[in-house]
């Protein structure tokens, strides 16, 4: 969840319950400690109390998975759940410390807490993620796509390069993967028919557009353009189609100016045109690198998030269990 100035009003609301839950925990231990300054046990009533609510906070957590599944039903806002879960959570913390009066006797109690900071600090990891990644990723990335279509569009420009590397040079398109080309179903070069190349995708939530910029196939193929098909067959085309997996020194920007810059430098001004374009695909295609690479540390930190935080549950009902049948009640 971001934390803006369009919601920082609500996440007020909740600091402040956390913060006086905080201190009522504090202040309530002092008052009830004996005079050797010990405070109280678990199974006192104040410590009990303690950890009723805390064991109730954590079930409060873990009900938001379900929350966001239910989303037509009317159980207040999704936004207000989510700045809930964040400073309830933390408070958790503090009242566990209490509840056990800031003592872990017990193999079962110390485990509890223990897994008990664990998830609360995946879950600061995660907050911090959320408000740091996005900004990052739209700085590092102003060419994002669908993060689903990455793989789609890639192989749709690495389509469009072989059409376009195939007229430029005169070389047969069907000696490149014929399997993109059977997606997109081009027309042979060879016909002298004009076939634009749209480059780039803008950032929306929908669908995935082109930029103004286009590039026609040559009518006919430009002379001396061996050293370009060559270095499209060495270079280029495998990073295009794997990206940062391959082995290819276009995976860095700096060096792929000094690629295409020699390019530029050995073949004549008329290739400029399809030199351009192969660029500005290998720029898209580190983008997406990059995209696919923030998307996966966006949102790795819930896979060790949610099972710890199931585990948690299991486990503070087995706490529960075994203190409420030593204590007498069962």
Known sequence: MLVNRNNLWLHSIWFIAFLLGTLAAVFTLIDVSTGDYRPPRGASKVGYSFGLVAGLLIVFEVLLWPRKKLKRWRLGRLRTWMAAHIWLGFLTVPLALAHGGLFWKGSLAFALMVLLIVVVISGLVGLALQNILPRRLRQA?????????????????????DALVSATCGRAAAEFDASFWSRLNPIDPGEGVNRPAV????????????????????????????????????????????????????RLDSQAQDV???????????????????????????????????????????????????????????????????SGIF
């Not at 890639?154 to 390069?161: F, K, N, T, V, W």
């Not at 040559?218 to 990073?239: G, K």
């Not at 996966?296 to 998030?305: D, N, P, R, Y």
Request: net charge neutral; with cysteine; glycine share 2%.
């Open 141 to 161: 990335v102003p060419d994002e796509t669908i993060f689903s279509q990455i793989d789609n569009v890639s192989h749709q420009y690495l389509a469009e390069a």
């Open 260 to 326: 295409f810059r020699d390019l530029r430098l050995k073949l004549d001004a008329a290739a400029s045109p399809a030199i351009d374009a192969l660029e500005r695909w290998c720029d898209l295609r580190r983008q997406f690198d990059r995209q696919q690479k923030l998307h996966f540390w966006l949102h790795s930190w819930m896979a060790i998030h949610v099972p710890l935080s199931l585990a948690l549950l299991v486990l503070l009902i087995w706490h529960a269990l075994v203190a409420s049948r030593y």
């Open 199 to 250: 480059i780039g995708a803008v950032r929306s939530m929908a669908v995935v557009k082109g930029t103004a910029m286009e590039i026609e196939l040559p009518e006919v193929p430009i002379p001396n353009t061996d050293h370009l098909h060559a270095v499209y067959r060495s270079t280029i085309r495998e990073f295009l189609q794997h990206g940062r997996r391959s082995h290819s020194p276009l």
